[in-house]
C-alpha cells in the first residue's frame, strides 16, 4: 500500500470516527453532512481492510510508546530510584540499591494473597530491600478499589500507610464505610484528619499519578511488580521472588 493510500484511508476512518464523536448528527438523528458521510463510506466499503489495517498501526503504535516508556522507567530505576519513588509510601533497607516497586488493588483476590509473600519477603530482606507501593485501583470491576487507596493514602499522611494497608488486606472481604473507620480508630488516627485527607483532591491527586504512569507503562493487571530492572506480576510465590532478588544481587557483583 502507497503512503498516499494508507494516509487516505486513515483519514477517512478518522473522519467516520469523528462524526459519530464529535456530534455531526442532527437532533433527529440524520447525518449533519450526508454528502461528506456517503463519501467516507465509499472509501471503506471499496477498502474494508483500511480497519483492521489501521487498528494494527495504533496497536503497534501503542506498543512502541509502552516499550519506550519501560525502557526509561528501567532506566531510572537503575539510576535514580528515589524519582520512581516519588512520594509513594516506602519501606525497608534506607539505601535504595534494590528496589521492590509494587503495583496493587486493596480488592483484588490475587493482590491479597501476593501481600502475604511480600511481607514474608520483607520481613527476610528489610535490611536490603526497599519496598514501595504505588495504587492501581481497577475501579471498572472493583467498586471499593478506591475509596480503599484513598483510605491507605490518609492514614499514610499520619505515618502510619503500611499499617493500614496490613489491615486493607487482612480484612478485604469487609471493605466499605464501616471497615475504613474502624481500623483508623484502631490506629489511633486523627478521625477528623483521616476523613478530610481521604476526601481531598490532593489524594485523588496522589493516586490518579501512580494510575497514569501504570498506563505509561502499560500495566492493566494487578499486582504488578518491578524489582530493579526486573518486572513480575500476579500472586507470586516467595521462592520465585527470592530467586529474582538472587538475579539482582548476583548481577551487582
Not at 87 to 114: H, M, T, Y
Not at 136 to 145: D, E, G, K, V, Y
Amino acid at each position: 500500500m502507497s503512503w498516499f493510500r494508507f494516509f487516505s484511508l486513515t483519514l477517512a476512518c478518522c473522519l467516520i470516527f469523528g462524526l459519530g464523536l464529535f456530534g455531526c448528527t442532527s437532533p433527529n438523528g440524520t447525518s449533519a453532512n450526508p454528502q461528506l458521510e456517503e463519501q467516507v463510506l465509499e472509501i471503506i466499503r471499496n477498502n474494508p481492510q483500511v480497519i483492521v489495517e489501521s487498528v494494527q498501526a495504533y496497536q503497534e503504535a501503542q506498543q512502541n510508546d509502552v516499550q519506550q516508556a519501560r525502557q526509561a522507567f528501567l532506566q531510572q530505576m537503575s539510576t535514580n530510584p528515589g524519582a520512581i519513588i516519588g512520594n509513594s509510601p516506602v519501606k525497608g533497607a534506607s539505601q535504595k540499591n534494590i528496589v521492590l516497586v509494587e503495583f496493587s488493588d486493596f480488592q483484588c483476590p490475587f493482590c491479597a494473597q501476593a501481600h502475604d509473600t511480600v511481607n514474608q519477603f520483607m520481613a527476610k530482606h528489610q535490611s536490603e530491600v526497599t519496598l514501595t507501593y504505588k495504587h492501581l485501583p481497577l475501579t471498572q470491576i472493583h467498586p471499593q478499589a478506591l475509596p480503599a487507596s484513598q483510605a491507605a493514602w490518609a492514614a499514610g499522611q499520619q505515618g502510619k500507610f503500611w499499617e493500614y494497608y496490613d489491615a486493607l488486606f487482612q480484612q478485604q472481604q469487609q471493605l466499605g464505610e464501616p471497615l475504613y473507620g474502624t481500623i483508623a480508630q484502631t490506629l489511633n488516627l486523627d478521625l477528623e484528619k483521616f476523613n478530610s485527607d481521604r476526601q481531598s483532591e490532593t489524594a485523588q491527586a496522589a493516586i490518579e499519578e501512580d494510575l497514569m504512569l501504570a498506563r505509561k507503562l502499560g500495566i492493566n493487571g494487578t499486582p504488578f511488580f518491578f524489582m530493579n530492572e526486573e518486572p513480575f506480576s500476579g500472586a507470586v510465590e516467595l521462592s520465585e521472588m527470592e530467586t529474582i532478588l538472587a538475579r539482582i544481587k548476583s548481577a551487582a557483583k
